[in-house]
């Protein structure tokens, strides 16, 4: 079996498909990359939620699966719409890197506890939201572009810190620049953050290509995870632009624990739930979530955020 795996072209995406393949490799199937740019990656003078929050990083990659240029494309799990369209299908993702976000300076002595006033870049609205909640004392840039264009930009003095996923910063090897570890609790991720997922075309979905790649590539424990955190933001209708919050974790060997909620932009309100069932339940996990969520209040926050957006 030889795989053509599409991506983006940026180090990381590439460095997140030479990691697929490594284990596509070890199972015995030869790949190729085929680097394909997307509309996130071309516009950068636009805030995401201008340029559209559904398909950003991942359009151009789905229509080549669709016109079978490639087998399957290699995302990151975050950038994933919560709802694909009918003709696709994720087949796997990949077990997950710890979720944090994380504070990344030249300067070791910046924390989001300290007290003083700077600058962080980041093109999050979750992320400003969050900021704006938790710290308000802190002034936030836009920053988009890739990582090392972010550090670039930090580098000449555009902004003091910038706040980022540790996983893309762990696998670029810039662990030396993280000052903070953000909590969890506070500072919980975006849906499906931390995981590289697989996604083919629904007329490959029972392939025996497709089944080979599930088999080497999947993480189960991972895989329940993300379908849970997945319903709760196919609920919201929420994508990118939307600053919504996910994590779901293992509370012990037969039960998943999901906490997210929901942030207006300028923090002032900020709703959070947690719910819990079985790995099978991990969807129905999601929806209630959501559902929980939506009633105290989110239904309308939302319509608040889409019309500011």
């Given at each position: 079996?030889h795989?053509?795996?599409?991506?983006?072209?940026?180090?990381?995406?590439v460095?997140q498909a030479?990691h697929i393949?490594?284990?596509?490799?070890k199972g015995?199937?030869?790949?190729?990359?085929?680097l394909i740019?997307?509309?996130?990656d071309?516009v950068?003078?636009r805030?995401?939620s201008?340029?559209?929050?559904?398909?950003?990083f991942?359009?151009?990659?789905e229509?080549?699966?669709?016109?079978?240029?490639?087998?399957?494309?290699v995302?990151?799990a975050?950038?994933?719409?919560?709802?694909?369209?009918?003709?696709?299908?994720?087949?796997?993702f990949?077990?997950?890197?710890?979720a944090?976000?994380?504070?990344?300076s030249?300067?070791?002595?910046?924390?989001?506890?300290?007290?003083?006033?700077?600058?962080?870049?980041?093109?999050?609205?979750?992320?400003?939201?969050?900021?704006?909640?938790?710290c308000?004392h802190?002034?936030?840039?836009?920053?988009r572009?890739?990582?090392q264009t972010?550090?670039?930009k930090?580098?000449?003095?555009h902004?003091d810190?910038l706040?980022?996923a540790?996983?893309?910063?762990?696998?670029m090897?810039y662990d030396?620049l993280?000052?903070?570890?953000?909590?969890l609790?506070?500072?919980t991720?975006a849906v499906?953050?931390?995981?590289?997922?697989?996604?083919?075309a629904?007329d490959?979905?029972?392939?025996?290509?497709?089944?080979?790649i599930?088999?080497?590539?999947?993480h189960?424990?991972?895989?329940?995870?993300?379908r849970?955190?997945?319903?709760?933001l196919?609920r919201?209708?929420?994508?990118?632009?939307i600053?919504?919050?996910?994590?779901a974790?293992?509370?012990d060997?037969e039960?998943?624990?999901?906490?997210?909620?929901?942030?207006?932009?300028?923090?002032?309100?900020?709703?959070?739930?947690?719910?819990?069932?079985s790995a099978?339940?991990s969807?129905l996990?999601?929806?209630?979530?959501a559902?929980?969520?939506?009633?105290?209040?989110?239904?309308t926050?939302?319509?608040?955020?889409r019309a500011q957006?």
């Open positions: 079996m795989i053509r795996i599409g991506t983006r072209s940026s180090r990381l995406a460095w030479e393949q490594a284990l596509l490799e015995g199937l030869t790949s190729e990359l085929v740019e997307t509309k996130g071309l950068l003078d805030s995401l201008k340029i559209g929050s559904k398909g950003v991942t359009q151009e990659l229509d080549q699966l669709r016109t079978g240029a490639i087998d399957i494309a995302h990151s975050k950038d994933l719409p919560s709802n694909l369209p009918a003709d696709l299908h994720i087949i796997a990949t077990e997950r890197e710890p944090n976000d994380v504070l990344v030249r300067n070791k002595s910046l924390s989001l506890q300290g007290g003083e006033s700077f600058r962080i870049g980041t093109s999050s609205t979750r992320r400003v939201a969050m900021l704006k909640h938790y308000p802190l002034a936030t840039v836009d920053m572009g890739n990582l972010r550090i670039r930090l580098d000449e003095g902004c810190a706040l980022l540790y996983a893309g910063v762990h696998r090897g030396d993280i000052v903070e570890r953000l909590p609790d506070e500072f991720p499906a953050q931390g995981s590289i997922a697989i996604e083919v629904k490959a979905l029972k392939s025996e290509v497709a089944e080979a599930t088999r080497l590539v999947n189960a424990p991972t895989e329940a995870c993300l849970a955190e997945r319903a709760f196919a919201l209708e929420g994508g990118c632009s600053p919504s919050f996910a994590l974790q293992w509370t060997s039960t998943i624990g999901l906490t997210g909620g929901l942030v207006s932009l300028d923090g002032s309100q900020l709703l959070r739930e947690t719910f819990s069932g099978e339940e969807p996990v999601g929806h209630s979530l559902e929980a969520i939506l009633a105290r209040g989110g239904d926050l939302l319509l608040e955020i957006l």
